[in-house]
C-alpha cells in the first residue's frame, strides 16, 4: 500500500472515535502554556530570579509565586508528553492500517520537517521562545526509537535528569545583575531589530527546555501502553502518579517561586543552583503528574462530556492553531512596538491577559467544533505532510 492509498484508507480520526484525556488535557495545557509564556513579555523593569521582573506590589509577588511552583517549568514537560504520545499513535494507527514501516517512518520525518518549519517562522514572526521546531526535531528522534525496549525508554528518561539538573540548575545559579540574560528582543522598541533577534534567541531556547527529553521517553512509554487512550484500566498507576507527581512539582518549586516573589533570598550560587536543579527536575513531575489528574478526570466524565469539556476538547483537538493564537495575541497587546502593556502590567495582570486569551482560543475552537471544521494550522500541517486532500488524524 503507498502512503498516498494508505492516508485515504486510514482518514481522519472521527470525533466519537478520539480518547478523551489527551484531547482534553492538551486543551486544558494551553492555559498554562499561556500563563507561562506570558510574564516573558513583562519589561521595562530590572529583571530577577530565572529572569521574572521583579515585582514590588504583594499580589504580584503572590502570583510569581503561583506561577513558577505551579506553571513555571511545569507546563512544556506535559506538552513534550502528550506530542510524543501523539506521534506514538500515528505510528502505530498507520501500521495497523496495513502501511510498511518504512513508509510510516518517511511520513512522520516529513511531518517533523514541517514542524521545523513551522516552528522557524513562528519565531522569526512572532515568539523566539517557540517549541515547534524543537517538537520537529524530537519528531525524529521518535522515530529513532520505535523499536528501543520500554525499559530502556524508562532508564534513558531517568538518566536524562541528571543533564537536566546539572544544566538548567547551571544555567539559572547566578544572582541577575537586573538585566536581561535571554530573550533580549522582548524589550526592544524597534520591530526591525526584534525581528533580527528572534532566531539567535530561538536557538538558545532548547536550553531552557532540557527536561522535555525525560517526558517525551516517558509520554512514548506510556503511549505503548495505552495509559491514556485506555485509562481505566491504568488507574492505581494514575493516581500516584498525580498525587506523587504534583506534590514534588509544588514542594521542589517552591524554594525557586519564594525566590523569585522575593519572600526568600538564596545565601548563595551554589544554593540557587540546587534550587534551580530540584525545580526543573520536579517540573517534569509536575508535568505528568497534570497529565494524570486530568486524565483521571476524563475517567469520570466518561462518554457524556457536557458544552465545557466539548469547547476544551475541540481547543485540545486545535491545540497547533490554539497555540499560535496567543503568540498573536501577546504580541500585539504586550510588545513594545505595539501596544506596549508589557512594560506596565504585573505578573498578575499578565495571568489576567493569559487566561482570557486562552479562553478566547477555547470559544473560537468551539465554534470552529460546531461548523465542523479543523484548526486552520492543522489543516494545513497535515496537508503539507500526506499531500493528498484526504488526509489521516
Known sequence: MSLKEASVAVGPVGARERALAPDLARGLMLALIALANSVIYLYGRPYGTRQHIVEEHLLD???????????????????AGLFAYGVVQVFRRHMAAGVSEPQVRMLLRRRSRWLIVFGFVHAVL???????????VVGFILVALTRVSERKLLVAAATWLVVVAVLQGAAYMMPSDGGRSFFWSFETADPIKALLLHPLEWLMTPIGILGVGSAVLVGTWAARRAILTNPSAHRPLLVHTAAIGLTAAVVGGLPVALAVGRFWEPTSPLVLWAASALHA?????????????????????????????????????????????????????????????????????????????????????????????????????RRLTYRTGKIAG
Open 61 to 79: 509577588r503572590i502570583v510569581s509565586v503561583l506561577d513558577v511552583a505551579l506553571v513555571d517549568g511545569r507546563a512544556y514537560p506535559m506538552f
Open 126 to 136: 512572532l515568539f523566539p521562545g517557540d517549541i515547534l521546531g524543537q517538537y520537529g
Open 281 to 381: 527536575v520536579t517540573g517534569i513531575a509536575g508535568g505528568l503528574g497534570y497529565a494524570a489528574v486530568i486524565t483521571l478526570v476524563a475517567i469520570r466524565i466518561g462518554d457524556r462530556p457536557g458544552r465545557v469539556v466539548q469547547a476544551l476538547v475541540a481547543c485540545g483537538q486545535r491545540s497547533l492553531s490554539c497555540y499560535l493564537f496567543q503568540s498573536v495575541v501577546f504580541v500585539a497587546l504586550l510588545m513594545p512596538y505595539t501596544l506596549g502593556l508589557g512594560a506596565t502590567l504585573g505578573t498578575a495582570g499578565v495571568a489576567i491577559v493569559a487566561l482570557g486569551t486562552w479562553l478566547v482560543s477555547v470559544l473560537l475552537a468551539d465554534l470552529l467544533r460546531r461548523a465542523g471544521w479543523r484548526g486552520p494550522a492543522e489543516v494545513m500541517l
